[in-house]
């Protein structure tokens, strides 16, 4: 029996090429411009960008593999992502269930859209996911959350759902499909925003939706197709070409936020700590179940708004921005945004800088607080 590859091994073979005398070895830019057209009115080749294009197929590849799925389809952020999801499965009259501690963006698409057009719309922290979905038509779970960290037992949930019909839809951003495979789980579809670790490079957004059941994927390609909510080819080239390097950037990431989430659970300055990966953490059984990883996040609250700022202006690596899972390590005051977190709360996002040097920066800009 072969021996399984690592994830550094997997994401460089999702993103090669076939060996041809002559051709490259990694993937290269494609377009998506106008296509010659066959004298075969029907046959089945790229006619038009919107519909298919060689820079999709290549990527969409690429992150099947990564998921364990049959089958990806881009889109041109994450939101773009989910809601058409949302938009094809929660239809008027029916119940779905969407995370109230999750992304806000989310809840606000649910009420503002959904609702608004006869869905009943259901909000759900991750402890409570898995009884809301009694009942539920459609349920979308975010684990770990975005941004307290807590988790959602996905094969609890799983079964809940299959039980009783229930699509269940999972947004995999926090954890990648190097940490956690909610479709071995038992998940319908993934969802996934590629602009954070998976590109990784803060140059680009993107997003994903990846499942193994044909009539689910067929109805996202439709959806797509018709709102036109589409990944560029270019950017299309720019994620494929970071995938290659997601194992690496990934694995450090993950031993940054283990380390830093240690040190900062110690430090006078700092009140509380959420990382799943630490024993003591809420969460940390069920992650320790249904994760490989525990994913490059850390949640940590501050005396208040003005200890988060001095943190990032005294801090040489800290950068304050709202996206994540890049390189960088970034800082973000969740409050900002409508959170529903003290003003002290921050979600620090590591990236690939040496563990030493992050320690050392944190210890130091904390301990002038």
């Known amino acids: 029996m072969a021996r399984a590859h690592g994830d550094s091994t997997r994401s460089v073979k999702a993103v090669g090429t076939e060996p041809i005398p002559g051709s490259p070895i990694g993937p290269v830019p494609t377009s998506a411009a106008a296509y010659h057209l066959s004298r075969d009115e029907d046959a089945g080749v790229d006619t038009y960008g919107r519909a298919s294009n060689p820079s999709w197929r290549h990527l969409e590849s690429a992150l099947a593999q990564l998921e364990g799925a049959a089958a990806a389809v881009t889109f041109g952020s994450g939101m773009?992502?989910?809601?058409?999801?949302?938009?094809?499965?929660?239809?008027?009259?029916?119940?779905?269930?969407?995370?109230?501690?999750?992304?806000?963006?989310?809840?606000?698409?649910?009420?503002?859209?959904?609702?608004?057009?006869?869905a009943?719309?259901?909000?759900?922290?991750?402890?409570?996911?898995?009884?809301?979905?009694?009942?539920?038509?459609?349920?979308?779970?975010?684990?770990?959350?975005?941004?307290?960290?807590?988790?959602?037992?996905?094969?609890?949930?799983?079964?809940?759902?299959?039980s009783q019909g229930t699509v269940l839809v999972v947004d995999n951003t926090t954890a990648t499909p190097l940490g956690q495979q909610p479709l071995s789980l038992g998940a319908d579809l993934v969802v996934g925003?590629?602009?954070?670790?998976?590109?990784?490079?803060?140059?680009?957004?993107?997003?994903?939706?990846?499942?193994?059941?044909?009539?689910?994927?067929?109805?996202?390609?439709?959806?797509?197709?018709?709102?036109?909510s589409i990944l560029g080819a270019f950017e299309a080239w720019l994620v494929l070409r970071s995938l290659g390097s997601a194992g690496l950037r990934l694995e450090r990431q993950c031993h940054n936020a283990a380390a830093v989430a240690l040190m900062l659970s110690a430090h006078p300055s700092v009140r509380s700590v959420r990382y799943p990966g630490l024993p003591d953490d809420p969460s940390h059984a069920v992650a320790a179940a249904q994760m490989r990883r525990f994913g490059g996040l850390v949640s940590v609250e501050l005396a208040d708004a003005e200890a988060v700022h001095a943190l990032v202006e005294r801090s040489q690596l800290l950068v304050a921005a709202t996206s994540f899972g890049g390189i960088h390590s970034s800082v973000d005051r969740r409050a900002r945004w409508g959170d529903p977190v003290s003003a002290g709360f921050a979600r620090i996002s590591l990236g690939i800088e040496d563990t030493d040097d992050l320690l050392s920066d944190l210890d130091e800009a904390l301990s002038a607080l």
């Open 120 to 162: 009943k719309v259901v909000q759900a922290s991750c402890a409570e996911m898995c009884d809301a979905a009694v009942g539920a038509d459609v349920v979308l779970a975010e684990t770990p959350s975005n941004p307290g960290l807590d988790v959602v037992d996905l094969h609890r949930l799983a079964l809940t759902c299959r």
């Open 193 to 228: 925003s590629a602009t954070k670790a998976l590109s990784g490079h803060h140059d680009v957004l993107a997003g994903y939706v990846a499942g193994s059941h044909p009539d689910l994927i067929e109805r996202v390609l439709r959806e797509r197709l018709l709102a036109g």
């Open 80 to 118: 773009a992502a989910l809601s058409a999801v949302l938009r094809i499965l929660a239809e008027p009259g029916r119940t779905v269930v969407v995370p109230a501690d999750g992304y806000y963006q989310v809840r606000a698409y649910a009420e503002e859209f959904l609702a608004a057009r006869g």
